[in-house]
């Protein structure tokens, strides 16, 4: 029974078929999806309902624009999801762009440094597509991303956008089934119906041959089996799945003997040739038999000789091991023989400067024992400092107190000059000790720069101790001269009054 062109699709496809299939299809989608929101306390991503398109050929082409495919009821509304396009830097003119075009469904514009930048971690990459429901990218930067393709240098570029929203696309694959997004679960039959009938059309023409080359077609969702719509016919008619392909030239045997009997040719020659073709077959199972025998006599020798040159190799080992071992001891007992005069010679040296040091810290113990009698000394003097100055201060309190009082009207008596007290003459006995003492310094500091290993010994202390001696008895005759000294000034200022 024939059926018009009203019922078909394309003229091939019967639409009584697919409003049944997409029927079924969708009421199946919508009891599992039900069933699945009762168990699962997270819905889920809505499931798409796709054209499965089986060809006979295989074609190697791979192209990464995909084509695009018109239908009636776009499966993105930008009026309920956001819609993301991507394009070549400087993002900020292309925004400008849409703007002076008046393009509002737009809600996103991003450049391609700022999707590589802001957009590289995961996290940002998964929030920026839980935002937008569809991206559209520039052509010139499709061979970077997967989105959708958009041409930004037409002149319509309002109509441009609105054609890439409200269709599909189909990607040519290298195999023999491609599948096409043709509408939602979400969508009544009759539109995914509609957009069947739209896309069939342009999904026929982008594929090579057209309908002589297509097998099949079917409809399924995410999750389901493929209701079929269309499959081509078995025989190697017009269209049919072997048409075009040619069978092989050769000829069986069987053919051949049939002919042979046409032409006039006995029973009993066909039984002798039966019997050659028996024998031959016999005889090529001898041979078979007879090599295999031999392959399995040869295995035990083969077997033995590997053997025997696994154990030769393992000998030749282990003795290359023995003498590399051997050499490793010697060259070890070597070393261990070497360095012990080393050790020897290092021992000895660390006890020469041992001694050395030792020596040399009792030369240094006289010059020290002498440079601290000295420093106490000078304490000493800096001690009585302070006493003398209030001795002297006691004095003068006592002198101010014994001068006269002045009468009133009575010429105050002007004090005389006071003459410059002559210190007193050393004797000489003490002169003769100084310049000894000085003569000894110098004599012992010139032997301590000509020989400055030579120290004083301890037979030398009592004569350094003595010179110290006079030192100081030097500067007490000093400070009772002082004394003397001022003791006579005083003495003629109260005079003189």
Known sequence: MKISKKELIDEHVSLLQCRRAVTALLDHATKFQQEKQEKELLPGKEQHVWLQVGVKKMYPEKKLKPFKIPLKHPLVDPRTSSVCLITKDPQREYKDLLESHGIRFINRVVGI?????KFKPFEARRLLLQENGMFLA??????????????LTRKDLKGELERAISSTYMHQNQGTCTSIKIGTISQTPDQVLANLQAALPSIIKHIHDGWENVQNLGIKTNSSASLPLWSCPLGDDEGGRWSGLVAGDDASEESSLSEEGDDGESADEAMDADDDVVTRTLEKGKGKKRAAEKEEATKPKEQAKGENKKRAAEEEGTKGKKQARGEGKKRAAEEAEVPIPKKKAKSESKKRDAEEEEAEEERKKPKKQAKVEGKK?????????????????????????????????????????????KPAPVPESRKAEAETTQHAIASNSKKRKENPEVTETPASQPAAKKNAGVAGEKKKDK???????????????????
């Open 377 to 421: 000394g000078e304490a000493e003097e800096e001690a009585k400092k302070p006493r003398k100055k209030a001795k002297v201060e006691g004095k003068k309190g006592e002198a101010d107190e014994a001068k006269p009082k002045k009468a009133k009207g009575e010429a105050v008596a002007q004090p005389q000059k006071a003459s410059k007290a």
């Open 138 to 151: 520039d052509e010139r930067v499709i061979p970077l991303l997967p989105p959708i393709p958009v041409c």
């Open 479 to 497: 400070v009772a001269r002082k004394r003397k000294a001022n003791v006579s000034a005083k003495e003629g200022l109260l005079g003189s009054r």
């Open 113 to 117: 440094t700022k999707l590589k930048g």
